[in-house]
Nanobody
Framework: QVRLEESGGDLVHPGGSLRLSCVAS????????MAWHRQAPGKERELVAS???????NYLDSVKGRFTISRDNAKNMVYLQMNSLKPEDTAVYYC?????????WGQGTQVTVSS
């Protein structure tokens, strides 16, 4: 079972940027589909961005043009670059990895967008 650990969450002003990172402990990282989800207080967890093992990406409509997901298979890393942050982006962000019937989650990292 792959283990995932996120980092990079912080308090940022509206309009600011953050880059979240997630490191995976597996020798077959390149075969995993990876994603970032988020959960705001009182709301359901939602898929923010995903990237397949072949590099195809998909985004939540509300973050298109502001967020970019990427991966570095040599480093077992997946990233979420977040620009033009808004207060409504405030949430705990979770890294997820999936392969065949296996799915793993990280512990989450807090992103707070506030003036």
């Amino acid at each position: 079972q792959v283990r995932l650990e996120e980092s990079g969450g912080d308090l940022v002003h509206p309009g600011g940027s953050l880059r979240l990172s997630c490191v995976a402990s597996t020798d077959i990282f390149s075969t995993y589909n990876m994603a970032w989800h988020r959960q705001a207080p009182g709301k359901e967890r939602e898929l923010v961005a995903s990237i397949t093992s072949t590099g195809s990406t998909n985004y939540l409509d509300s973050v298109k043009g502001r967020f970019t997901i990427s991966r570095d298979n040599a480093k077992n890393m997946v990233y979420l670059q977040m620009n033009s942050l808004k207060p409504e982006d405030t949430a705990v962000y979770y890294c997820q990895g999936s392969r065949l019937l296996n799915r793993a989650w990280g512990q989450g990292t807090q992103v707070t967008v506030s003036s």
